[in-house]
T-cell receptor, first 112, second 114 residues
Framework: NAGVTQTPKFQVLKTGQSMTLQCAQD?????MSWYRQDPGMGLRLIHY???????DQGEVPNGYNVSRSTTEDFPLRLLSAAPSQTSVYFC???????????FGPGTRLTVT | AQSVAQPEDQVNVAEGNPLTVKCTYSVSGNPYLFWYVQYPNRGLQFLLK??????LVKGSYGFEAEFNKSQTSFHLKKPSALVSDSALYFCAVRDGGDFNKFYFGSGTKLNVKP
């Protein structure tokens, strides 16, 4: 049981490039979410999903897209990277929002 | 608007002493509150939650939290700190209107000195 996995662990992008952060969970959780963590600001919700085919925006969705084609996978796409998107990104999952979330190890992204 | 405040960036405590990490919240409706801990270069780990019931909630690793509705607070406590408790602690609240959204505090770094 691997829990929540994220790839890559580190990534450096140039401004304007696009990329996809991968997230997968093997716990059959319906609820999945993406957060960004910035110093002094805690975690902020980017997008979330309550099941395959259902996604919605969180607090800071601009510049990011998501899709949920399977229960297991919830990739986050950066359409055109900007330096303001330099951050640590965490994916999380839970049975449903009433329960605790399980977090992945994070992806540290730097945009130059 | 929903929000969580952790007024202390850092808390220092000696090993064996009690510790408190403070959290206040603002949410419409009944609050669902959580505490998470983050060790260096790791994801967050769940400690405990309050949904309803007793105001004193017990969680993992000997931590507990006290819910106070009148003061809109949910402080994390432990009777006797360990050096291994040194980490970053986050309080979180579920959105009172959209139950699928969560708001996290800015985090409090706990330093436990031997």
């Amino acid at each position: 049981n691997a829990g929540v996995t994220q790839t890559p662990k580190f990534q450096v992008l140039k401004t304007g490039q696009s990329m996809t952060l991968q997230c997968a969970q093997d716990m059959n959780h319906e609820y999945m979410s993406w957060y960004r963590q910035d110093p002094g600001m805690g975690l902020r919700l980017i997008h979330y999903s309550v099941g395959a085919g259902i996604t919605d925006q969180g607090e800071v969705p601009n510049g990011y897209n998501v899709s949920r084609s399977t229960t297991e996978d919830f990739p986050l796409r950066l359409l055109s990277a900007a330096p303001s998107q330099t951050s640590v990104y965490f994916c999380a999952s839970s049975v449903d929002p009433n329960y605790e979330q399980y977090f992945g190890p994070g992806t540290r992204l730097t945009v130059t | 608007a929903q929000s969580v405040a952790q007024p202390e960036d850092q808390v220092n405590v000696a090993e064996g002493n009690p510790l408190t990490v403070k959290c206040t919240y603002s949410v419409s409706g009944n609050p669902y509150l959580f505490w998470y801990v983050q060790y260096p270069n790791r994801g967050l780990q769940f400690l405990l939650k309050y949904i309803t019931g007793d105001n004193l909630v017990k969680g993992s690793y000997g931590f507990e939290a006290e819910f106070n509705k009148s003061q809109t607070s949910f402080h994390l406590k432990k009777p006797s700190a360990l050096v291994s408790d040194s980490a970053l602690y986050f309080c979180a609240v579920r959105d009172g209107g959209d139950f699928n959204k969560f708001y996290f505090g800015s985090g409090t770094k706990l330093n436990v000195k031997p």
